[in-house]
């Protein structure tokens, strides 16, 4: 090559046509490499989100399966060996059935459109269904998600599984209801307490036997007390042979007679109780105004009688102990209704002096604002008197 020609493959800024070439080249290759990693960073970003919503569907469906009703609904049919499911469904409290997860319908973070989160519901079944005792089977639920990549090509399966439990009929072919992970817990109370727990009959658990102190074993465990035939049996029931007494000490501080456990309170006692000391939580009056009747607000004159009594400062004579309260006798004179006879002395239902302190406050409360007002007005003539005076 002539100079001549050589020169001419030299461009103004010094760089020959060649290595502009090479240069974009090295670029492109860049360029490319980038992409592609933007591409794979994607793709895992895909991938980590449609695992989450499977993880999150899972979660979503073991709370709903919790629900003895909605677990039934969704089984009652299908309950078999490798049975497949169409759906999971939650049975509301109205008694509509409502599908929750439904087989071959698409899940994900934007519902109608691709959100990086979508899977499809592939498949639903049951695994095998197991004898676990009497008429307690065992099985599991798989679900299987199908997660898209970019391109159809892409499609990959993930497998989640639930363990379910079923009680059925006597014969093993009717299924009675579900198991939930409560009963798991009470199963082990239960054997601990060296009980049966019966899962045809409610969950109960039966044939629990508490014994007292013998004469033989108090003295083996460094006690003195003696023979005390009492004892605790769990059959469909609570029954109490005898009293039940806590920390018994020549007196009873604790008798419960007739008790009735219900589905309102745990422990109700048919009469009065009393206590050295109550600790608690939470405190509930009954204020039900269908148990109520004569329903009106109290007088100004019988809410006023609150401000003649004494808040005083004391020590109790069996402890010693210093405490804040009122006196009883002063405050049956002004609410006798409001006043106990609790054994030879008298006890205050501290709590229902709200009413009477309540409609206090508020008349304050509209004196208060009463006052403000005329106070403003006050203020207004002032500034007003002192304007003029000062023209």
């Not at 082990?188 to 508490?210: M, Q, T, V, W």
């Not at 509930?284 to 269908?290: G, P």
């Not at 007088?299 to 609150?306: D, P």
Request: contains cysteine; glycine residues 8%; positive net charge.
């Amino acid at each position: 090559m002539n100079t001549k020609n050589k020169n001419n493959l030299i461009k103004n800024h010094g760089f020959s046509l060649a290595e502009v070439i090479v240069a974009a080249g090295l670029l492109g290759v860049i360029a490319l490499g980038g992409m592609k990693i933007i591409d794979f960073q994607t793709e895992r970003t895909r991938d980590t989100s449609k695992n989450f919503q499977a993880d999150n569907i899972m979660y979503d469906l073991m709370f709903v399966l919790r629900d003895r009703d909605s677990c039934y609904e969704t089984f009652k049919d299908h309950n078999t060996s490798n049975a497949s499911l169409s759906q999971i469904v939650r049975k509301e409290l109205s008694g509509t059935v409502t599908p929750v997860l439904v087989k071959s319908k698409e899940y994900g973070s934007l519902e109608n459109e691709s959100g990086v989160g979508k899977v499809k519901i592939k498949d639903l079944k049951l695994g095998n269904v197991k004898l676990i005792q009497g008429n307690l089977r065992g099985t599991s639920l798989i679900v299987t998600f199908e997660k898209k990549g970019v391109g159809s090509a892409k499609e990959i399966e993930t497998t989640r599984i639930l363990p379910i439990k079923f009680i059925f009929d006597g014969a093993g072919t009717t299924l009675l209801r579900c198991v939930s992970e409560n009963s798991n817990n009470l199963e082990d109370l239960c054997s601990a307490l060296g009980g049966i727990l019966d899962y045809s009959d409610n969950d109960l658990c039966k044939s629990i036997s508490i014994k007292t102190f013998t004469a033989a074993n108090s003295t083996a465990m460094g006690g003195t007390p003696g023979p005390r035939p009492y004892a605790i049996k769990a059959d469909g029931a609570v029954d109490i042979f005898g009293k039940l007494t806590f920390n018994h000490s020549g007196g009873v501080p604790v008798i419960v007679e007739n008790g009735v456990i219900n589905n309102v309170t745990k422990l109700f006692v048919n009469g009065s109780a009393a206590a050295d000391e109550v600790s608690a939580t939470k405190y509930n009056h009954v204020s039900d105004q269908k148990e109520k009747k004569n329903i009106k607000v109290i007088s100004e004159k019988e809410a006023n009688r609150i401000l003649s009594l004494r808040g005083v400062s004391f020590n109790w004579k069996n402890t010693g102990e210093k405490s804040l309260g009122l006196v009883a006798q002063e405050v049956q004179k002004q609410y006798p209704e409001l006043v106990d006879q609790v054994g030879n002395g008298l006890a205050v239902q501290y709590a229902n002096l709200i009413a009477p302190m309540l409609e206090v406050i508020k008349r304050q409360e509209k004196q208060i604002r009463e006052n403000e007002r005329e106070l403003k007005k006050i203020e207004r003539a002032l500034a007003s008197t002192a304007k003029g005076d000062k023209k």
